[in-house]
């Protein structure tokens, strides 16, 4: 990031950056495919986690609930360091490459949560209703839109510490928007369980 702000991203080579951490070029490409992956968060991270999420969680707990656990991982990836995240955020609105493959990782993560959704309604045997993979495709890419537009609504005011939980609060929600199950019963469950483990939450830190 020092090297891309003084010289500039385009005239910054990969082999200024190997030389200014020390290492040489082959041991760069190890790491990295291109310095526009060098830049970028661990999006591989992320796209694990958020299947570890899923793989992990149990047949009764409600969608929402679930697509908003396995959203908020990804946070953390941009929390962990919030200046840099800052300063990744300006630069990939400033040059082209950044911009499309910050695009194609939004992607990755949009079919990723869609994939997981039709899976969970249908059962992972493709019994599932008949819409389920329209409900899965709405559920994807609004889980990912909103955690879009709220992670960036964030990282545009500069990442303030005391924007973390506003920025997670907008989030979660999207989970009054989503077509889960049919019974509505759940998500009603899902609200309430969501709003408990915020009082919780709350009542710890205020201990």
């Known amino acids: 990031m020092e090297l891309f702000r003084t010289k500039g991203y385009e ?3 990969v082999d200024d950056i190997a030389a200014a951490a020390g290492v040489g070029r082959r041991t760069f490409f190890r790491y990295f495919r291109s310095k526009e992956h060098a830049i970028s968060p661990d999006h591989e991270t992320g796209l694990a986690r958020v ?9 009764g707990e409600p969608t929402a609930s679930l697509v908003l656990r396995a959203g908020e991982t990804v946070f953390d990836l941009y929390t962990d360091d919030p200046q840099l995240s800052v300063a990744r955020f300006r630069l990939t ?12 990782s939004v992607d990755h993560y949009r079919r990723l949560f ?3 959704v039709r899976e969970r309604f249908d ?3 493709g ?6 993979e329209l409900r899965a495709a709405v ?3 609004a889980v990912v839109a909103a955690h879009n537009l709220a992670l960036r609504a964030w990282l545009a005011a500069g990442a303030p510490a005391d924007g973390i939980d506003a920025c997670r609060a907008r989030f979660r929600r999207v989970a009054d928007m ?3 199950e049919p019974d509505g019963g759940l998500h009603i469950v899902a609200q309430r369980l969501e709003a408990a483990v915020g009082r919780l939450e709350r009542r710890t830190t205020a201990t």
């Open 127 to 132: 019994r599932g209703d008949d819409t389920a």
């Open 123 to 125: 059962g992972g045997g």
């Open 11 to 13: 005239d910054t080579t």
């Open 178 to 180: 989503l077509p889960v």
């Open 114 to 116: 869609i994939r997981q």
């Open 139 to 141: 559920i994807g890419a």
């Open 93 to 104: 609105h400033e040059v082209p490459a950044l911009r499309d493959r910050e695009s194609a």
């Open 51 to 59: 299947a570890e999420i899923f793989a992990g969680a149990q047949p």
